[in-house]
């Protein structure tokens, strides 16, 4: 998995055997993504690698992410329940998305053609930011790990078998995240986890 953001635009997310191949989603949607890339820097926002995608962040919150697939790529916003979405083009990610919180392009031309909603939804999420405004909490029994939401926000794949889990297979994960010390062990931990999370396991099931 790449940590390095240019690699990101040249080679892929490196979180496949695609990684650096001509058939990797990230090259099929080169000039989209570099369009977006460009919309995010120029709305201010600061550049890092996440989860091996771009992550862009304002007043010390992470606004939106970048995911590349083999049929589209997504602008994905966090905290998608503050978002009004005047232009109805935030979409779900999957049948246990909670809020819809993507902007999905087929084609990379989709970009410059929305390029004014793009802006106007990037300015929105910097506000809430900037207001330290985050959306309240409804019906989620088990309070899950800020390094989970933020990876299964990136990862639609993920968040669904993720919610497929039964409560007990949920709680499991929740309590080997939370025993870890710092951001950064947890979010190893859930890279360590995906594949079983993914199969329908439990933290501690083999």
């Avoid at 300015?123 to 985050?134: D, I, L, P």
């Amino acid at each position: 998995m790449i940590t390095e953001i240019e690699d990101y635009f040249t080679k892929g997310c490196g979180r496949c055997n695609r990684f650096e191949t001509a058939d990797c989603s990230a090259r099929r949607w080169e000039a989209g993504l570099n369009d977006l890339r460009h919309i995010c820097l120029g709305a201010g926002l600061a550049e890092f690698v996440k989860w091996g995608h771009p992550c862009y962040m304002h007043a010390g919150r992470n606004i939106a992410i970048f995911g590349a697939f083999r049929e589209d790529f997504r602008l994905t916003f966090f905290n998608p329940a503050l978002m009004t979405d005047p232009e109805g083009v935030l979409e779900r990610q999957g049948p246990n998305t909670q809020n819809a919180d993507c902007i999905r392009f087929t084609r990379n031309e989709e970009v410059r053609e929305k390029e004014a909603i793009i802006r106007a939804y990037l300015a929105e999420a910097m506000g809430y930011a900037a207001e330290g405004r985050v959306a309240p909490k409804v019906g989620q029994e088990i309070e899950l790990p800020d390094e989970l939401v933020e990876a299964m926000d990136s990862d639609p794949d993920l968040a669904e078998a993720f919610h497929l889990l039964t409560p007990g297979r949920q709680k499991s994960y929740v309590i080997a995240l939370s025993s870890a010390k710092t951001s950064a062990t947890r979010v190893a931990r859930i890279e360590k986890f995906r594949g079983k999370i993914i199969a329908g396991k439990g933290a501690n099931e083999y």
